[in-house]
């Protein structure tokens, strides 16, 4: 069906794990071309495009509870296959699709959208991107993120990258998009709070070994006994059984337990938003929430104990005047961050890290081209790089984890249901789902022990 011919605006954001919800319903405010909505997240009031959110079955589906901490609101949201994403995208009239997947579920998502829209004169403006730092497999997830008509990419660095890679394999490179990261904001930090406060933001997957995850809890656990007056917290990102974007085979929560931290040590969940509200020091690997910190302000660290590798991801992070160590933060070190190198993470815009600045300004270059092909008479057809041609012994595979056939149509048998499930099958889910999960967290982790030995 053609794109929604009303005012008011029609957008669909489909995403395969909390974080990526949050960066595809945020995006999505912030790209909608619409004079009369804030560039803000929403905040339950009816103003402004509707939108519409599908989480994609799998490992990763977000629960109620972590839906509830990323605090974004949208208009309908409801969990759906890929087959029942691609029927709906066929029945309702949507002026933009999000795609904020994974690089495989994008590309079958593109194909799988390009046979749903077939011979339309108008389809929907399509856009897809990355929830955060672009550390590892840029080539081969740019390459599957090709044939949206926008690819956003989070900073002035990220676009000439990206750009790059598309116009090294000879793939239209005119897609991609600079922005921002869209949950960047906040109160600017002012100064020291009472108690001072240490936050350790931790991260599913860096490090992903219990040596190295010990070794950073011991020494957050040592930072806490060594400054009393302090308070230490350990910002976790999900409780044991949940999952986010990335597997988390080893909680903190339970590696904590073997040890006896002081009083002045806690663990906490919640919106980052909030944790950094009364941060006086950031510390991490690796995580987006140093961006995040730095855009307020907030001194911020990124560890070197374990070495400055491109398999933790800090190795981003070089020139930002934020690496250090545990034993220089003890000592008192407070990081200086580097200007220019900060200012081409699009973050501290301007020099008012609240928010001000040119990042009010950074979605505007999305919105204009969003705005120019809504208003074109007809859109041309999905073209991603990837087809049975250009990569015949990789897309095939691709498509068929999403139970998509090379054309990119369901293929039969695909799961798909025409109603909510009821008790049984919605018990038999949840079981499905904690035996998946109790292999990763328990069984796997000592079947690679034991090959070690």
Known sequence: MPPST??????????????????????????????????????????????????LRGRATPTARQLQEVGVRADSLREVTAAEFLRAMA???????????VGGGVQAMLHGLGRVWEGLEKRPVVVTGYVGVVYEKLADGLLLR????????????????FRAVYEGV???????????LPFLGGAAYEGEHAPYTVVFAVQPSVPDNRRDRVYLLNRLV????????????????????????????????????????????????????????????????SSTAALESLHRGIPT????????????????????GCLASWDQLDAGHRPVPDEEWVARQGVVAGGTPAGGGSYAHAFDAARERITKLLASPELPPLTPYYTPVTAPGYLPGILARHHLGPDGTPLPGAPAHEREPGPVRRIVRRAARGAYRHGVQRVAPVIRRMGEL
């Open 170 to 180: 000879g793939a239209d490179a005119s897609a991609v998009t600079e922005v921002a």
């Open 146 to 161: 090709h044939g949206a008509d926008l690819v956003l990419a989070n900073s002035r660095q990220d676009a000439e990258r």
């Open 91 to 101: 029945e309702t009239s949507y002026d933009l699709v999000v795609l904020a997947l």
């Open 6 to 55: 009303t005012k008011s605006l029609r957008i669909a954001v489909l995403a395969d794990s909390d974080t990526r919800w949050k960066w595809g319903a945020l995006t999505a405010d912030r790209i909608a071309p619409d004079p009369s909505m804030e560039a803000g997240p929403r905040d339950g009031v009816q103003a402004g495009p509707a939108l519409d959110g599908f989480l």
């Open 301 to 320: 660290v990124v560890l070197t104990d374990l070495g400055i590798r491109e398999v933790l991801g800090n190795h981003h992070f070089v020139g930002s």
């Open 222 to 285: 040592r930072h806490a006994r060594l400054h009393p007056e302090r308070e230490v917290l350990l910002k976790l990102r999900s409780r044991p059984g949940e999952h986010t974007t990335h597997i988390e085979e080893l909680p903190y929560q339970k590696l904590v337990q073997r040890l006896e931290p002081p009083a002045n040590f806690r663990l906490v969940y919640g919106h980052m938003g909030e944790v950094l509200d009364r941060t006086d020091l950031l510390v991490t690997v």
